[in-house]
């Protein structure tokens, strides 16, 4: 697959002026927005929930919103993120008492559905519901924050995946999300990538249309 997706992370915009922001790193080339919902129990950090996702759909964004939810339970967020306007709703195995279940709420609403996997969780959470998925989300940190480094076990991580997803036959998006550059975005897309989280990197940018562009560059070389 060769349709690069940037997925600029909001977690690093300026949360004072979202809508600006979400509105200048879409029009500096980014193709969706990674929205990630924290709920200090999950993970250790709280962050945004389906009304701030409403207020972006109002404010126009038209682009697909991805919603990372890193939260337990997961079920009871997912009728809400349906109304506020995601179009893509991810979450972690772990975190659902029924994956199964978790992912048909998200296909029976017409949505974009897929399983996040921590640095040590399995693939084979895969095995029996790759039917429901449109996208695998590998995390090279560990879910929380923000800004931290890369860990390379997930590239190895990314190449079983993409075995399992060729081997399927299916129209799946293979994503990497945490510690995501320029400096290394050739490396993860060699290692099956398709699809790029990147909050600090982007947000923290002088010029988001240029360092959208250096990953652009980097992943055609
Ligand atoms: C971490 C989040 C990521 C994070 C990525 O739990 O899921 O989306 O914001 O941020 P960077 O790109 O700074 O690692
Ligand atoms: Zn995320």
Not at 80 to 105: C, K, M, N, W, Y
Not at 107 to 112: C, I, V
Request: contains cysteine.
């Amino acid at each position: 697959m060769s349709d690069f997706v940037i997925a600029p992370s909001i977690l690093s915009a300026n949360f004072a002026r979202l809508g600006e922001e979400v509105d200048n790193v879409l029009a500096a080339g980014a193709d969706w927005v990674h929205f990630d919902v924290m709920d200090n129990h999950y993970v250790p950090n709280l962050t945004i929930g389906p009304m701030v996702c409403k207020a972006l759909r109002d404010h126009g964004v038209t682009a697909p919103i991805d919603v990372h939810l890193m939260v337990s339970p997961v079920d009871r967020l997912i009728g809400d993120f349906v109304e506020a306007g995601a179009s893509i709703i991810t979450f972690h195995p772990e975190a659902s008492d029924h994956i199964d279940r978790s992912l048909q709420l998200i296909k029976n609403a017409g949505l974009q559905a897929g399983l996040v996997f921590n640095p040590a969780t399995p693939l084979h959470y895969l095995d029996y519901v790759l039917d429901k998925i449109d996208v695998v989300l590998i995390m090279s940190v560990n879910p929380g924050f923000g800004g931290q480094a890369f860990l390379p076990s997930a590239l190895d991580k990314l190449r079983e995946a993409r075995k399992i997803i060729d081997r399927s036959g299916r129209n799946i998006r293979l994503e990497i999300d945490g510690g995501v550059k320029a400096s290394n975005i050739a490396e993860i897309a060699a290692a099956g990538a398709d699809t790029f989280v990147a909050g600090s990197a982007i947000f923290n940018a002088d010029d988001y249309a240029a360092e959208i562009a250096q990953f652009r560059t980097n992943l055609a070389n």
